[in-house]
T-cell receptor, first 115, second 116 residues
């Protein structure tokens, strides 16, 4: 069973469209994250949720809206897609009590291409 | 603000040999954690090794070990007996010890190719 699963793994869309990426973890963790990896492979945190509450919003444009319906899910919705949104988006999770250990469990990433 | 720098964009090593990947960081924090993550071609990020800044002893995990020099703010990864499966991109990462958010700050990454 995949611990952190993301869908879709590949997404190609036109500029201006709205799209969503879903993430689910079956590890029983209570903290989930979205990271963005750009074309130069640079990884940067976007959002973090703990027990469905937002705890990090790393100056991400308002077009990006995360939603956490429960502890096991963290979805990412992107409005009015722009060319610069093309990237690989990684979902990750960790146990809050153990968050200081730094062991984040990552999904396989969702490659978004905006044309 | 914390920064993490990996000055080697690409490296290669022969199978069974040893390679060292460099990482330096900048922080004013006294309590923090350092990590090496591996990203193989499959894209999934995997934790390789972790070091608590308050521990003087260098962390080791089988063929992977670190050289943690706190005063120099250096955190290198040594891979012994390199295997073809070690081919991947390696990221050094930093987390504040006082963090209750789990925020990792990553370096730019080093692409390692293990040659047969």
């Amino acid at each position: 069973d995949t611990a952190v699963s993301q869908t879709p793994k590949y997404l190609v869309t036109q500029m201006g469209n709205d799209k969503s990426i879903k993430c689910e973890q079956n590890l029983g963790h209570d903290t989930m994250y979205w990271y963005k990896q750009d074309s130069k492979k640079f990884l940067k945190i976007m959002f973090s949720y703990n027990n469905k509450e937002l705890i990090i919003n790393e100056t991400v444009p308002n077009r990006f809206s995360p939603k956490s319906p429960d502890k096991a899910h963290l979805n990412l919705h992107i409005n009015s897609l722009e060319l610069g949104d093309s990237a690989v988006y990684f979902c990750a999770s960790s146990q809050f009590a153990g968050v200081r250990t730094g062991e984040l469990f990552f999904g396989e990433g969702s490659r978004l291409t905006v044309l | 603000a914390q920064t993490v720098t990996q000055s080697q964009p690409e490296m290669s090593v022969q199978e069974a040999e040893t390679v060292t990947l460099s990482c330096t960081y900048d922080t004013s924090e006294s309590n923090y954690y350092l990590f090496w993550y591996k990203q193989p071609p499959s894209r999934q990020m995997i934790l390789v090794i972790r070091q608590e800044a308050y521990k003087q002893q260098n962390a080791t995990e089988n063929r992977f070990s670190v050289n943690f020099q706190k005063a120099a703010k250096s955190f290198s990864l040594k891979i012994s007996d390199s295997q073809l499966g070690d081919t991947a991109m390696y990221f050094c990462a930093f987390m504040k010890g006082s963090s209750n958010t789990g925020k990792l700050i990553f370096g730019q990454g080093t692409t390692l190719q293990v040659k047969p």
